[in-house]
């Protein structure tokens, strides 16, 4: 059958929650069990370093009218010991929310598909635009993260930064956003990942799948034996 997990990728605004609802109701409808799962947030052992930084005042929180928090994000660009504890716990907490949210509902159920509203691109997005880490993916810990979604299937929605401006009117303040686009863009284009353009009109899922050509297997080596990489009607 291939991989059962599909994820999501892209900055806030493109538009990923729309196309997880339309997966999941195409997966419905064909007899399949969808379990929606949001990993991006998920502190356990980096809640002691986000609780240094906040001391530190290297996070930054916008709220509404009301107090609710609209944005934030942390800066730990000049912090040599910091930002790694940040990469280390943030890494460690992502696979710990990988296997509890993901892996195990796929182990317990058959015919169980996980559908990842951000996943682990959105993570080392993040890890890499608050750290200044270039090219995290490549260096220790963030690397091995990457083994996690060899075998699943990644979608990253492109979007202008004026388009995210319109659509999400609090990235405003978010300082790294024309970042974040450039890193999504890279690490897209680095594993093969596939893209769809945000702009284009919301149909259906299964629409924009065929039209992207998804291939069941994204590393080289899969894809130079020719796997079988069926439409998603097929899954």
């Known amino acids: 059958m291939g991989p059962r997990i599909y994820s999501i990728a892209g900055p806030d605004g493109a538009g990923k929650t729309t196309l997880i609802n339309q997966m999941a109701f195409y997966l419905e409808k064909n007899g399949k069990r ?63 929310a990988t296997v509890i949210k993901v892996f195990f509902p796929i182990l317990r159920r058959r015919n169980t598909i996980i559908l990842c509203d951000r ?20 260096q220790v810990p963030v690397k091995w993260l990457i083994s996690f979604v060899k075998y699943s299937h990644i979608i990253v929605l492109r979007a202008e930064e004026a388009e995210l401006l319109t659509r999400r009117p609090e990235n405003k303040y978010d300082p790294f956003l024309k970042k974040r686009i450039e890193v999504y863009e890279r690490l897209m284009q680095s594993y093969h990942w596939i893209a769809v353009d945000s702009r284009e009109p919301q149909q259906t899922f299964e629409e924009t799948l065929t039209k992207t050509n998804l291939n069941i297997y994204h590393s080289n080596e899969m894809r130079d034996q020719n796997e079988y990489s069926p439409k998603f009607g097929e899954v």
């Open 34 to 96: 969808p379990v929606q799962v949001w990993i991006r947030y998920n502190h356990y052992l980096s809640k002691f370093v986000l609780g240094i930084s906040r001391v530190m005042r290297l996070t930054h929180i916008v709220r509404d009218e009301k107090g609710r928090v609209i944005h934030k994000h942390h800066r730990f660009h000049n912090h040599v010991v910091l930002k790694w504890m940040f990469v280390w716990s943030k890494t460690i907490d992502t696979v710990l």
């Open 119 to 138: 996943w682990i691109p959105d993570v080392i997005t993040d890890i890499e635009v608050e750290t200044g880490i270039k090219n995290i993916d490549r």
